[in-house]
């Protein structure tokens, strides 16, 4: 244990092992399904870009910065809806829902966002 946390080696970086128990003890299950092992390695390959087969301290806290800038360009989103198409988001959903499914392919988002003007992140 390196102190802190419970599952990182002494040095203060985080295995692939240590990654998935960690996963485990939180309880988080977003990954369950036929392809969970590799779709763990997946995010982790993500936070150890340089390879070396663990996650140091500062890799890590790039999740924090993701994160903030996921909250920024949702909020951004948000309030550009609000000023086109007022208060009742019902509205814009019934614009970006060209084809009415009640869902949104990834090709009908960039459709929806580039008809409404939307060119945010």
């Known amino acids: ?26 309880g988080c299950h977003k990954f369950r399904g036929p392809n969970e092992k590799e779709r763990i390695a997946a995010v982790f390959r993500y936070l150890d870009p340089g390879g070396e087969g663990n996650v140091s301290i500062q890799e890590w806290q790039i999740l924090d910065q993701l994160w903030k800038e996921f909250v920024l360009s949702i909020q951004e989103f948000v309030q550009f809806v609000i000023y086109a198409f007022g208060d009742e988001l019902e509205y814009a959903w019934e614009e970006l829902d060209d084809d009415g499914s009640g869902e949104l392919s990834e090709e009908e988002w960039f459709q929806a966002v580039k008809r409404i003007g939307y060119f945010g992140p």
């Open 1 to 26: 244990d390196g102190g802190g946390g419970g599952n990182t080696t002494s040095n203060n970086e985080l295995t692939l092992r240590e990654f998935e128990a960690g996963i485990r003890d939180i």
